[in-house]
């Protein structure tokens, strides 16, 4: 450590030495022959051919203030001693792992070489490593002959200082080995206090070590060997892709990197480890039974194009500085979880309670285009903006205190039929105390939560008959402050506690559902409710509901007042027997109901679309549709006789359909009634009778003309 500190002190007048030294420079085939070289002292700089094989390493060294003995000794594959005693070392604005004698050969192990230049570079204030060939053989150290706590890494790369690691522009590959050269998945260690590691890829920090106040990984394949089975693959968290732990670790910068097949998380940095701050473009991680990314803590991370999948969760993120996520994919895993919740809070809080600081805007977790894919379900919470797509996978805004969310969800059906596409669930109560938070800190409804939610079906999921519901609603939610919109191809658009007794004080909240008849089959999905020949009371944890009467005759419907529902709620009630003979009727002041009269659904496919009215507490008529025929119509040439003053004249019209009871809305003359009084009334089935009286004081004699009546069932 002393050495290191002395190096980077001196290597800002080092590098002007070298820029003079390279001035007078000789020539040497390899680096590895200058200890058997006796290079003249005015030679202040020598450039070789290759470091232990010619084109292979080839670099520019420096006899400059920091080529020294200690030097030599703490990086041998960089600084030596000529045979006349003068010290070289490696100068340049990069250094490459093959002047460490990295080759890239199959069955060599190239651990030692890259972890040197790594060293090296840190040490001396070289900004950069390259890595120059498509793929590297890495072994893990071997540290079965050290004690657990005497291990400052166990891992194939230590970084110890600040760095920026660069492989070829198509990718280099690190293909990892255990300790001995075997299988990874099958050679651990054992240390001499029974501790049982594997090896992670790449570790940062150390107890005591320095801060690495910047790392940048680019173009860079870290392959742990060991592919997932989903299922079938067993957790081993001594072997992660990435880990960073001990806090050592401020910013990291990730450009078009992989990470795959490991048995624990493949990008790690929980604990105290946490980054301030994380950036990644184009990088993917995957293959694990643990998590793939997982940047947890306090980490800001702003991802473009970052994708996370096969892995028991594509991610899961705690607290967090604020994030955003512009396009890239999660997904083929069991869950994901972004608990965006701002700082992590002392005093015994729990992990996800949210706590923004107030002197710092809000933490929040931003999507811009991000795709979740047959991803189980995702849990979102507080602080949630954007847009995101998902695919056969559910989004849950979790019950802990949610608030300030905006979202809009696009949401795809294909090879599952999914319970609910977006599911918001509050506490039971909210007198309940939040187990390890102080004294008197209760669960909260969600609040402030807005969530747009547009239902697609590809063709296979149609072809299939395959639906989604929109929203479940469970618990208590803030209604005052919350709304949920739906459209697109949907079943049924939310259900609230379908399945559970709602909580004491639980109203549906507004949720806003559009495109009712524009499912491929109208009202596929709709849930159906069997209704009593005689009189049923309806509670609406639906939206819309397929009815179905058990027996012939008219099933009088009304609605309950169990549940509590938001001002201007809709519900859709839809006839859904094949049939003539079973007649649902509303009556319009039933239990519940405010309707402009009484509403009868004769035939499959009549509807009616009620609103509520919380101001009276029922359900108020928003649409009435039916395909009955309510009106009818019929004609006669008539030729009245003369009507003398206050007499009257009757005929006939034959209206088929018309039946007792119906009302006859209007009569029409082909000639002006020369102010007779026309009324008419159903007199028998198909018939009209059609009475025309005289009020005033002469006769009135009606020249021929057609006679229509019109009747409209009761």
């Given amino acids: 450590m002393a050495l290191d500190f002395i190096a980077r002190a001196a290597a800002t007048s080092a590098r002007s030495d070298a820029a003079q030294a390279l001035s007078r420079t000789s020539t040497l085939d390899l680096f590895t022959n200058l200890p058997a070289r006796v290079v003249d002292a005015g030679v202040l700089a020598v450039t070789t051919g290759g470091y232990a094989a010619t084109g292979m390493g080839s670099g520019a060294y420096s006899a400059d203030a920091l080529a020294t003995t200690a030097l030599a000794a703490a990086h041998p594959r960089f600084c030596k001693q000529t045979a006349n005693g003068r010290y070289f070392r490696l100068v340049g604005d990069y250094v490459t792992v093959e002047q460490a004698g990295a080759t890239g050969t199959p069955g060599v192990n190239d651990q030692p070489a890259i972890q040197a230049a790594i060293n090296y570079a840190v040490a001396v204030g ?126 990291i910068y990730i450009y078009d990197c992989e990470m795959k097949r490991f048995k624990g998380e493949i990008f790690y940095t929980g604990g105290g480890g946490s980054p301030s701050y994380i950036f990644a473009q184009n990088f993917s991680v995957h293959g694990s039974p643990q998590c793939a990314w997982n940047p947890a803590a306090v980490s800001e991370v702003f991802a473009i194009n970052l994708t996370a999948y096969d892995s028991y969760q594509a991610a899961e993120t705690l607290a967090g500085r604020g994030s955003t996520y512009i396009g890239g994919m999660f997904g083929y895993c069991s869950s994901c979880t972004f608990m965006n919740v701002g700082r992590l809070k002392a005093g015994g809080y729990p992990y996800w309670y949210p706590n923004p600081d107030p002197a710092l ?155 009712y008849l524009k499912t491929q089959q109208p009202y596929a999905g709709w849930y159906a409710n069997p209704v009593a020949g005689a009189t049923t009371v309806m509670q609406m944890d639906y939206n819309a509901y397929s009815l179905t009467p058990n027996a012939a005759g008219t099933a009088t419907v009304n609605m309950g007042s169990t549940r509590g529902y938001s001002h201007g709620q809709r519900v859709i009630l839809h006839h859904d027997y094949n049939g003539a003979d079973r007649l649902i009727k509303f009556p319009a002041n039933g239990t519940g109901l405010a309707l402009r009269e009484d509403r009868i659904l004769y035939n499959q496919g009549d509807l009616l679309e009620l609103e509520y009215n919380v101001y009276s507490g029922k359900w108020e008529e928003y649409r009435y549709l039916t395909r009955k025929q309510l009106t009818f119509t019929g004609s006669a040439t008539y030729d009245a006789p003369s009507i003398a003053a206050g007499a009257s004249a009757t005929t006939t019209v034959t209206v088929t359909g018309a039946a007792l009871g119906d009302f006859v809305s209007a009569i029409s003359l082909g000639v002006s009634s020369a102010g007779l009084v026309i009324t008419g009334y159903v007199s028998a089935a198909n018939t009209v009778t059609v009475v025309l009286y005289n009020p005033t004081g002469a006769a009135v004699d009606l020249a021929s003309t057609l006679l229509a009546a019109e009747v409209r069932k009761k």
């Fill in 361 to 515: 805007p809000p933490p929040w977790l931003t999507f811009i285009g991000t795709r979740f894919e047959k991803a189980g379900n995702i849990t979102l919470t507080s602080f949630t903006r954007g847009n995101i797509v998902t695919v056969d996978t559910g989004a849950v805004i979790d019950n802990k205190c949610v608030s300030d969310v905006d979202l809009e969800v696009e949401a795809w059906i294909d090879n599952y039929n999914n319970s609910a596409a977006v599911t918001i669930s509050g506490p039971s109560t909210t007198t309940t105390q939040i187990v390890g938070a102080p004294v008197g800190t209760y669960y909260t409804k969600p609040q402030n939560v807005h969530v747009k939610l547009q239902v697609n079906r590809t063709a296979a999921a149609k072809a299939a008959g395959r639906q989604s519901m929109g929203f479940e609603f469970s618990n208590l939610i803030d209604t005052a402050s919350c709304l949920f919109e739906i459209g697109g191809e949907i079943g049924v658009g939310w259900r609230a506690h379908a399945f559970t007794t709602p909580p004491a004080g639980f109203v549906v909240p507004l949720c806003r559902v559009e495109n």
């Fill in 126 to 251: 070289i900004p950069q490593v390259r890595l120059t060939r498509a793929a590297y053989e890495v072994w893990v150290p071997d540290y079965t002959a050290l004690a657990n706590a005497a291990i400052p890494y166990k891992s194939c790369f230590y970084i110890p200082g600040s760095i920026e690691l660069v492989g070829l522009a198509g990718g280099t590959t690190l293909m990892q080995k255990g300790y001995l050269g075997g299988d990874i998945a099958t050679q651990t260690q054992t240390t001499t206090d029974a501790y049982v590691w594997r090896g992670h890829m790449m570790q940062v920090g150390a107890s005591g070590a320095a801060v690495v106040s910047r790392l940048v990984l680019r173009n860079l394949i870290f392959d742990g060997t060991v592919d997932h089975v989903a299922g079938v693959t067993p957790v081993d968290l001594t072997h992660k892709g990435f880990a960073s732990d001990f806090g050592t670790l401020q910013k």
